[in-house]
């Protein structure tokens, strides 16, 4: 509490990945399925099939048929797909607990919210809209660029967001669930807390050098009652 605390006290922004920290978007649209039409169709569009791993993580694929597409046709379908996908997911994914009010705290103490994730950004703003959150994003929606090779741990949602908000890194804190989201943030100066809904998940962050893990966004919630 104490060092949630501490991190939202200087933060005048907050960054959120989507996928783990506002919506756990797969949970009546697996993500592993989607995974397995990703891989049939990209072998059908000339990925060789032994550079299709069989994996439960849609954005594998798309990073995968990129490298093997000098024309981006490939991964620009793979794309068209996944997109569509994740918008119908996003139709009845549940909140993670304490999210919405997050959001509504930080907003009502006058902090701007942004999104930043690997997820396309239809996806997570068809969303917000549903869960009555948009309001509080407004154009701050970045998700998952043309190029693969720009997803995190890559910064560039993040570099965007910071450019929307007009916000210094200094100023803006990211909440994230994964590794990637953690060295994002960290490669732009951003400071960083994560949420971990699992022993998994916590191990993971903390390995990849996470100080800072909660394991309910109930903590950040109250204390963005108190920043």
Do not use: W
Not at 102 to 123: D, K
Not at 135 to 154: E, I, M, N, Q, T
């Amino acid at each position: 509490m104490d060092d949630a605390s501490a991190l939202l006290e200087h933060a005048s922004c907050v960054l959120f990945d989507f996928d783990g920290p506002l919506a756990d978007l797969f949970a009546g649209h697996p993500a592993s399925r989607i995974a397995d039409r990703l891989r049939r169709r990209a072998g059908r569009l000339g990925v060789p099939p032994a550079e299709l791993p069989e994996t439960g993580d849609p954005l594998r694929i798309l990073r995968i048929a990129a490298r093997h597409d000098s024309t981006g046709r490939i991964a620009a379908e793979l794309e068209v797909q996944l997109t569509r996908e994740e918008v119908h997911a996003a139709r009845t994914a549940p909140p993670v607990p304490h999210a919405d009010r997050l959001v509504e705290r930080l907003a009502a103490g006058g902090r701007q919210v942004a999104v930043t994730t690997n997820n396309s950004a239809r996806a997570a703003l068809a969303y917000l809209q549903r869960r009555g959150l948009a309001r509080y994003f407004g154009s701050h929606v970045h998700g998952r660029a043309a190029d693969p090779a720009l997803l995190k741990p890559h910064p560039d949602c993040l570099e965007r967001a910071l450019a929307s908000t007009g916000t210094a890194p200094a100023e803006c804190l990211m909440v994230g669930d994964s590794p990637g989201d953690f060295f994002a943030a960290v490669s732009v100066g951003v400071s960083f807390v994560g949420y971990a809904r699992n022993d998994r998940k916590a191990q993971a962050l903390r390995q990849a050098g996470s100080e800072h893990v909660v394991r309910s966004l109930e903590d950040l919630t109250m204390a963005a009652a108190l920043a």
